[in-house]
C-alpha cells in the first residue's frame, strides 16, 4: 500500500520560510517522479515544482527562485524548501507520486502566510 505522508507546514509570516516534507512507502520512491501541488480556497489544485527520477526540476512561474524541492532517496523523502513566503501562497499543499503509471496523493499539508 503505497503513502505518501506530508509535514512542515504551519503559519508563518509573510517573508518567512518553510520546509515540507513527504515520506513515501510503499513504492520503489527511486523510479518515482514526484511532485508539489497546491491548492488555495476556491481555486483549482496547481502544480508548483516536481523533481524526476533523474533530479531535473521544474517550477511553476510564481515560485521560481523561492522554492527549491529536493530528493533524498535513500530516506524515500521529497523535500519543498520554501523562501521569502508571500500570502498568495497560502494553500494546502499536496505530495504526488508518479510510479509505474499510477498516481497517488497525499493527504495535504495547510500553509497560511499572514501579511
Known amino acids: 500500500q503505497v503513502q505518501l505522508v506530508e509535514s512542515g507546514g504551519g503559519l508563518v509570516q509573510a517573508g518567512g520560510s518553510l520546509r515540507l516534507s513527504c515520506a513515501a512507502s510503499?513504492?520503489?520512491?527511486?523510479?518515482?517522479?514526484m511532485s508539489w501541488y497546491r491548492q488555495a480556497p476556491g481555486k483549482q489544485r496547481e502544480l508548483v515544482a516536481d523533481?524526476?527520477?533523474?533530479?531535473?526540476?521544474n517550477y511553476a512561474d510564481s515560485v521560481k527562485g523561492r522554492f527549491t524541492i529536493s530528493r533524498d532517496n535513500a530516506k524515500s523523502t521529497v523535500y519543498l524548501q520554501m523562501n521569502t513566503l508571500k500570502p498568495g501562497d497560502t494553500a494546502i499543499y499536496y505530495c504526488?507520486?508518479?510510479?509505474?503509471?499510477?498516481?497517488?496523493w497525499g493527504q495535504g499539508t495547510q500553509v497560511t502566510v499572514s501579511s
Open positions: 523533481i524526476g527520477r533523474g533530479g531535473s526540476t
Open positions: 504526488n507520486a508518479n510510479y509505474l503509471s499510477w498516481t497517488y
Open positions: 510503499g513504492l520503489g520512491f527511486s523510479a518515482a517522479a
